[in-house]
Each structure stands twice: as C-alpha cells, then as structure tokens.
C-alpha cells in the first residue's frame, strides 16, 4: 500500500474515514509522529485507545474510535501545516479553533501536544493540525 508525500494528512484520512462509516477500529502505519499524534487523541478523550502492533516490514497503529449516543467523538480533524507549506507559530499566535471548542495540535521542542498545554509552557512550534 502506498502512503504519499504526507503521512499525517493520511492518518487522518484514514480516520475520517473510518468514522464516516462508523468502524470501531482503524490500522494506521505506524511512525513516532503519528504514535504522539494518537497519545494526544487519547488523553484528550477524542479516541477510547490504541495500539502498536509489531510487523515485519512495518508496525502498525490500531486506534479504537470513541462514540457517544452514537455520535464520534471526533467531529472533525483538518490538516494545517503541509510538506509544501509549513506553518509555524509563536506561542502569542496559537490560534483557537471553534471558539475553544476544537483545539490545535503544534509539534514543538518538548514534542507534540495541545496549543493550551504548549502556551502554558510558553512554547510556539510547527501547527500541524485542528481536531474538533
């Protein structure tokens, strides 16, 4: 199976998908940005878990989606910073994503996390994406 040039812009899609048809489950090739990525899905309460699974060529990325009353907890994911175009902030620039209702997450020195916990670290970085 071939991924193109964004790995993280694929991620999401495959979850977006996922969603779309209500699967409990989705298998993500697996990477450390991408692992950061579903931690931060995880402790935000947006996925119920997830899971390494060790593969010859390459491991892959297990994420169980969340429901509530039937509706998934991830309404929506964007992707923000591209190969071809990144975006960076300082840590006065992090934007707000629906009125606080969605959040960015910015790959930073101290590794990837929300834009609250990076400006209460004082910290900007690069704004990979918005998940709400």
Do not use: C
């Amino acid at each position: 199976m071939m991924v193109g040039t964004d790995p993280i812009a694929d991620m999401l899609t495959r979850i977006r998908n996922a969603i779309m048809v209500r699967h409990d489950s989705v298998v993500v090739p697996s990477s450390k940005i991408k692992l950061s990525i579903a931690k931060v899905f995880k402790d935000e309460g947006f996925v119920q878990d997830y899971k390494v699974i060790k593969g010859k060529p390459q491991s892959t990325i297990e994420i169980y989606l969340k429901y509530i009353d039937g509706q998934p907890a991830l309404l929506g994911l964007e992707r923000v910073s591209k190969p071809g175009l990144r975006i960076y902030v300082g840590k006065g620039e992090i934007p707000r994503v629906y009125g606080g209702l969605g959040m960015p997450i910015l790959s930073t020195s101290k590794g990837i996390m929300t834009g609250q916990k990076a400006w209460q670290l004082g910290l900007g970085g690069e704004l990979l994406l918005y998940v709400w």
